[in-house]
């Protein structure tokens, strides 16, 4: 993770040069990933929703060759070239979001490894707010923060996720199964890493899940917008 940390860490160094503060300077750094991450974020959720709106053909190939699994694959293959649409559509951007948090989560998790500026050593110890030293862990209020903002944007995700690739087939309802545990547990396991680790990097997660929270509500409102749409088009050729 060394390959990502490292130029992190660079900006890190930067952003308290200019700020002063170590703590401000983490949720500047996790607001400005956030923001270069959502063209990728939305990519994914787009991908997403153009699977969702396959379900119905997909329920019809299903009832017509669900029998002969080579047919209905190549039925299925037919579909997605057809629409251009992708089943990995929405996997690719969700890698990419993966490696950039191991990278933060390495660089923050032991700055040491990585910050060169001999500044920036005594800076990782700064206080903020009520925490004495951001290179320590806070036992409970960000820990607990951290958790509710983990359970907030996982629910909106995975509700969104369920509703977009909503089907009868076995394999999608043990996944909406296994989401809903995760739902809960995620926060949990959050709960538990941010009151082991250093309190820096659980501002950055609780800072970047409430960001989160704000690009499914956007996420949410584009949508609604492209049913609206949808919905007018579908009226005018009644007419």
């Not at 160094?13 to 300077?25: E, K, P, R, S």
């Not at 390495?106 to 800076?123: F, G, H, I, Q, V």
């Amino acid at each position: 993770m060394s390959i990502l940390a490292t130029p992190l860490s660079y900006l890190l160094t930067l952003l308290y040069n200019l700020v002063g503060n170590y703590g401000i300077a983490i949720i500047i750094l996790t607001v400005i990933v956030k923001f270069c991450l959502y063209p990728v974020y939305a990519k994914s959720m787009k991908s997403t929703m153009k699977m969702g709106k396959l379900q119905p053909k997909m329920q019809e190939l299903q009832q017509k060759y669900g029998k002969d699994k080579e047919l209905y694959q190549q039925k299925v293959s037919e579909l997605y070239k057809e629409e251009g649409a992708s089943m990995y559509g929405g996997c690719l951007p969700m890698v990419v979001q993966m490696i950039v948090i191991m990278g933060l989560f390495a660089l923050l998790r032991t700055p040491m490894n990585y910050l060169s500026d001999e500044k920036m050593l005594y800076a990782i110890h700064e206080s903020f707010l009520w925490i004495p030293d951001l290179a320590q862990p806070d036992k409970w209020i960000l820990p607990l923060a951290a958790a509710a903002a983990t359970f907030a944007a996982y629910s909106m995700s995975s509700a969104q996720q369920m509703q977009a690739s909503m089907s009868a087939t076995t394999t999608t309802q043990q996944g909406n199964m296994m989401g809903k545990m995760m739902k809960y547990f995620f926060p949990i396991m959050i709960l538990w890493f941010a009151r082991t680790y250093p309190a820096g990097l659980a501002i950055y997660w609780f800072g970047s899940q409430v960001i989160q929270i704000f690009y499914n509500l956007r996420f949410n409102q584009w949508k609604k917008q492209q049913e609206e749409e949808e919905k007018e088009k579908k009226k005018k050729k009644k007419k």
